[in-house]
């Protein structure tokens, strides 16, 4: 199988030097329109999708995200692997802003946005006790450190419903009482998705501030968190373009088995399925059914 790897991101990721045959690309899903159009290229021989979450002009709110259209998107491209890259607030003092952290678990503390591609008429459950996959998250560590990026591995995301931020009786409790590393708003149920969609899927969340549980710092300013994005974009270009040397361009089974979550999760006997449900799902569980 060819390496294809997908980026979930913003404007700054996605103005890649060097993408070849770039081509902004409409793709169609059952599961509605995706976030924007799709960027298609290759970079150093290795095939590479990229994906405005937000849409350019940043008009989607990360509960209205059609995290489902994208992700079906993507694998109806050919993607195999999925970074995502995100702007995250700091609970701790050493993860600064301006750092990158390869989280490697969640907290889910979203509830207004669709969570499977699966339900009545065809029931599933996919393994996510370890939501990331270990040999994608190696790649970003690496390519990060590369593109002279301070990177820490590991750390649990917050993934809160906003859009307003958080309160600080709720900063502190993430904090001192669940031991979260960061916190956003997008990465959930992207994650989840990803998985159901047997798609390797890391996350790289991109510290813009300290949140407002730090005694230094205020409420958090959406104009400090864009001005310090901002000087992440080409970290994180740096970043994304040493991606293809991290992970080649034949790329074997995932050692972990993230690109065969659903083999043993569907629940609901064939003759019980769903047809129509059945038909949304041919590019995400083709593979099985």
């Not at 002009?57 to 059609?66: F, R």
Request: charged letters at 20%; one cysteine or more; aromatic letters at 6%.
């Amino acid at each position: 199988m060819d390496t294809h790897i997908g980026i979930i991101g913003g404007s700054g990721i996605y103005e890649m030097e060097g993408l070849e045959d770039a081509a902004w690309v409409d793709v169609d899903s059952p599961w509605g329109a995706p976030s924007d159009q799709i960027l298609t290229g290759q970079l150093e021989g290795v095939n590479m999708s990229f994906l405005p979450r937000h849409g350019r002009g940043h008009v989607h709110s990360p509960s209205d995200i059609p995290y489902r259209a994208n992700i079906d998107a993507l694998k109806r491209l050919g993607v195999t692997d999925v970074i995502s890259v995100s702007a995250c607030g700091s609970f701790r003092e050493e993860m600064e802003p301006g750092d990158f952290v390869i989280v490697d678990q969640f907290i889910d503390r979203t509830f207004a946005r669709p969570k499977s591609f699966f339900g009545s008429g065809c029931v599933a459950h996919v393994g996510f006790a370890q939501p990331t996959c270990p040999r994608l998250s190696d790649a970003c560590v690496e390519a990060a450190r590369a593109a002279g990026v301070t990177v820490h591995e590991g750390g649990t995301y917050l993934a809160m419903e906003g859009p307003q931020f958080s309160t600080l009786a709720e900063s502190r409790m993430y904090r001192d009482q669940w031991g979260a590393h960061v916190i956003g708003m997008t990465n959930m149920p992207e994650a989840k998705l990803a998985r159901e969609a047997e798609l390797c899927y890391a996350s790289v969340a991109m510290v813009t501030d300290y949140d407002c549980w730090h005694p230094d710092h205020d409420e958090v300013d959406v104009a400090q968190v864009i001005a310090t994005l901002t000087g992440n974009g080409d970290k994180a270009k740096r970043m994304v373009a040493g991606l293809p040397m991290q992970l080649g361009t034949n790329r074997a089974p995932c050692p972990h088995g993230c690109d065969r979550a659903l083999g043993m999760a569907i629940m609901t006997a064939p003759d019980k399925r769903d047809p129509d449900l059945l038909a949304k799902l041919d590019a995400i569980a083709g593979r099985v059914l």
